[in-house]
């Protein structure tokens, strides 16, 4: 792949109409300018410039080329200065993954307030509960509960997230307030993958009971406890509401549990680019 600088060089002689005027302009030696010709020529095979002492011209090859470069160039270069990292004028494309069921109000308020202060930034979201691969899916951010993925990735903590098992009162008034995980006589479950998450790092190996219903959904599994489908786990922040309400009821107080940290998950150090630095300062915000 040629360089570019022998051929923006070769522009803006032609364009200057000398190798003086062109250095000038460029900021550069006139013996760079005149290397920068030799090269390009060397490189093409062929002559571009007619010159003499006092003047100058274009042979065919060159007034082509120049016909050819000139606009394409200009886009070019138009186009490297829109990608180019500039932390006081942000611009381009910021990738984000989270859970399906995470609270999208947080992810509003915080995008929002991020494209009144950089309105040249888009955003591309993605709630999924799939793991997606961060690198071959192209994510900039992802929104996860515990460490996940390989050693390349950075991840800065956000927020614990503590969980809660709790049922409806019409539920615990049929089936008794259970004493063990074991005496919970129906179970909503989350997804396999989550339920085997919850076991390791919230219940420190406890097993959970067989869910009667398995959905990958926490705001599904909470309306499904509020209904009286049976007993969940969920996430204090997706049930501290209907509790509060008396639309649930914390069970098992006496059984501990961790709380894993919410993270912001980064595919590796050099992808935090300005502008994925700045909007993630600005949603950690959010949880302060």
Known sequence: MEKLDPLQTFVEVVRAGSFTAAAKALSMPRSTVSLHIRSLEAALATRLLKRSTRSLSLT????????????GLRSLIAAMDMVRGDPGNLSGLIRLTAPADFPAETLA????GFRQTHPAVRFDIRLTNAALDMIADDVDIALRIGR??????????LAPVRWQFCASKDWVGRNGTPGTLGEIAEFISPSPDLRAFLERFVLAGRKLPTGVITADNQLMIRDLA????GAALLPSGVCQTPIAAGR?????????????SLNL???????ITPRVRAFADALALQFR
Do not use: C
């Open 148 to 157: 996940r993925g390989d050693l390349d990735r950075v991840e800065h903590k």
């Open 109 to 112: 308020t915080a995008m929002t």
């Open 60 to 71: 065919n090859d060159g007034q082509l080329l120049f016909s050819r470069a000139e606009d």
């Open 248 to 260: 649930l009821l914390p069970l098992l107080p006496d059984i501990p549990t961790e709380a894993p």
């Open 265 to 271: 998950t980064f595919p590796s150090r050099a992808d």
């Open 226 to 229: 509020i209904a009286g489908s």
